[in-house]
C-alpha cells in the first residue's frame, strides 16, 4: 500500500527531534474527524492545519492564520501528511532541524467534511477557538488559499482602516481636578499606528516588526510613536484601538490602558511607557519635562 507518511519521515531523524516519527502508517484506519491547529515558530511564524483523513493528518502551512474574516483569503501551503499522534504534538523541534522552532496547539476540535477533492476541500471546524465553514482551494501546486465561507463569528468587528493617531492639544494649566487624569511623557519621534495581525507587526522598521510574532495569536491596533533610542528604533505603544476583533474605541482610555497592560507590550525594541494618575505639578516637573519632554494629559473616565 501507499505510505503517506514517507515524506514526513524522509525529512526528519528521530534521533533528533522530539516529534513523534512512527515506523509506518496505520493500515485500515477509521476515517476520523479531528483537527488541530498548531502555531509554529519556525524560521517565520505561521500556523498549520491539520486535519485527519485516512489514518494521518492531511497539513497545511497558513502564514496568517485561518482567517475570521470572509473579506480576506489567506495562504494555504499544502505540506506533507503527519502522523495522528502530531494532534497532541507540542514542543521544540531543535535549530537546524527540519521545521526548528516551537509549536504549541492553537486550537483542536473536530470538524465536518462537506467536500473532499484533489484541489478543493470545504470543510466546517467546530474548535474552542475557531469554528465555521470554511474552503481551502488549490492555486498552483503546493501553494492554496484558505477562505471563510459565513460571516464572522456573533460580535466580531475587522481591525479599523483609516484612522489617523489622536495628537494632543496643548494647554496653558493643568487640570482643575487632575485625579480625573493621567500623565504621560510626550515622546519625540514618529507617531504611528502599529496594526498586528496574523503575526505580522506593520511598522517601518524590521526590528519593529519582530512585534508581531512577540504577540501572536493577538490581533490589536496600537497606538505609539517610534523614539530613536541609540542606533535602533523603540516603539513605545501608549493606547489601544482594538483588540481580537472588538474596538476598544469607546472605552474610557483607563480600561483601554488596562488591555494595553495585559498585553505585556515590552520587548527589545517596543515598551509600554508609564503613565500616571494625578499629581500633574509633579509630572510638569519631573526629570524628563525638564529636559524638554512635555507631559501628555489623558482623561482617565469617559
Known amino acids: 500500500m501507499n505510505d503517506r507518511l514517507s515524506d514526513y519521515r524522509r525529512k526528519r531523524d528521530p534521533k533528533r527531534t522530539p516529534e513523534p516519527v512512527p515506523a509506518s502508517t496505520p493500515d485500515g484506519a477509521a476515517p476520523g474527524r479531528r483537527f488541530v491547529i498548531h502555531q509554529h515558530h519556525a524560521r517565520s511564524l505561521h500556523w498549520d492545519l491539520r486535519l485527519e483523513r485516512d489514518g494521518v493528518l492531511a497539513s497545511f502551512a497558513v502564514p496568517r492564520g485561518v482567517p475570521r474574516d470572509p473579506a480576506r483569503n489567506h495562504l494555504a501551503v499544502h505540506t506533507e501528511d503527519h502522523p495522528l499522534e502530531y494532534l497532541d504534538f507540542e514542543g521544540t523541534i531543535p535549530a537546524g532541524e527540519y521545521g526548528g522552532g516551537r509549536m504549541f496547539v492553537y486550537d483542536r476540535g473536530t470538524y465536518d467534511t462537506e467536500k473532499w477533492r484533489d484541489d478543493e476541500v470545504l470543510i466546517v471546524l467546530h474548535g474552542e477557538r475557531v469554528s465555521g465553514r470554511y474552503v481551502l482551494f488549490q492555486t498552483s501546486g503546493k501553494d492554496w488559499m484558505i477562505h471563510r465561507m459565513e460571516p464572522p463569528e456573533p460580535g466580531w468587528a475587522p481591525m479599523p482602516s483609516g484612522v489617523r493617531p489622536m495628537l494632543s492639544t496643548a494647554g496653558k494649566r493643568l487640570p482643575a481636578n487632575d485625579a480625573e487624569w493621567a500623565f504621560e511623557l510626550a515622546w519625540a519621534g514618529e507617531r504611528r499606528l502599529a496594526p498586528v495581525s496574523g503575526g505580522r507587526a506593520e511598522l517601518p522598521f524590521r526590528e519593529l516588526r519582530a512585534l508581531g510574532p512577540a504577540l501572536a495569536p493577538t490581533e ?36 483601554r490602558r488596562d488591555l494595553l497592560l495585559g498585553l505585556d507590550v515590552n520587548g527589545p525594541n517596543w515598551q509600554t511607557p508609564p503613565h500616571f494618575t494625578g499629581g500633574g505639578r509633579f509630572a510638569v516637573h519631573s526629570p524628563g519635562a525638564a529636559k524638554g519632554r512635555p507631559t501628555r494629559p489623558r482623561k482617565v473616565g469617559p
Open 220 to 255: 490589536c491596533l496600537l497606538d505609539g510613536v517610534v523614539v530613536e533610542f541609540g542606533p535602533e528604533p523603540v516603539f513605545m505603544a501608549f493606547d489601544l484601538l482594538w483588540l481580537d476583533g472588538k474596538s476598544t474605541m469607546d472605552l474610557p482610555y483607563s480600561a
